[in-house]
């Protein structure tokens, strides 16, 4: 009897400690994975918008092309139409070089993006095996097995390596659990 209210004790105090690192864990994961959504929401923002002024570069190239051709073809003051063809070459020139600036920004946007994106499913894999490890610990401490401690110390761990690959930037992330949370 003494022996079996001592492992019961211990099974408890083992649990205990399970669930304070793997939640103290989890709420600093959450608060990072927090920080990543805001960061993805921005950079969505700003991709969109930036996508929107090059097409509005493109289209105002566009329409200061159709002028110079129009002004060739038909004006007849040839001076007055030369110094008006330069002024919208000019601003032809300055449209291409806008659209591609823009451009490269939101194709930079869009990388950035998917690396956040990347990051974000570390922490939610990590989110859910940590979950995971917080009820196979509280099952254990009711059913009184440590078969099932054990098998929430794995989660745990799987779960604490994908959420520091996320706090670090380390390349760990596994396509299969991602595709299934996902």
């Not at 022996?3 to 004790?9: F, G, H, Q, R, W």
């Not at 994961?29 to 090059?54: C, G, S």
Request: proline share 1%; charged share 25%; with cysteine.
């Amino acid at each position: 009897m003494e022996l079996e209210l001592k492992l019961e004790s211990e099974l408890g105090a083992m649990v205990a400690i399970t669930v304070l690192v793997v939640s103290v864990f989890a709420t600093i994961v959450k608060l990072k994975d927090e920080n990543i959504i805001q960061a993805m929401q921005h950079t969505q923002v700003a991709t969109v918008d930036t996508w929107n002024q090059y097409q509005a570069e493109r289209i105002k190239m566009t329409t200061d092309e159709n002028d110079a051709n129009a002004l060739n073809l038909t004006a007849p003051n040839r001076d007055a139409v030369s110094s008006e063809v330069k002024r919208l070459e000019d601003k032809i020139a300055h449209y291409q070089k806008e659209s591609e600036d823009l451009s490269k920004v939101a194709h930079g946007d869009e990388t950035l993006y998917e690396e956040l994106e990347y990051r974000h499913d570390q922490f939610d894999m990590a989110d859910a095996l940590c979950s995971l490890a917080l009820a196979l610990a509280a099952i254990a401490a009711l059913a009184g097995r440590r078969s099932l401690l054990i098998g929430g110390w794995v989660a745990a761990g799987f779960g604490m390596a994908l959420g520091l690959a996320g706090l670090f930037g380390w390349n760990l992330h596994p396509e299969w659990l991602a595709s299934f949370l996902g």
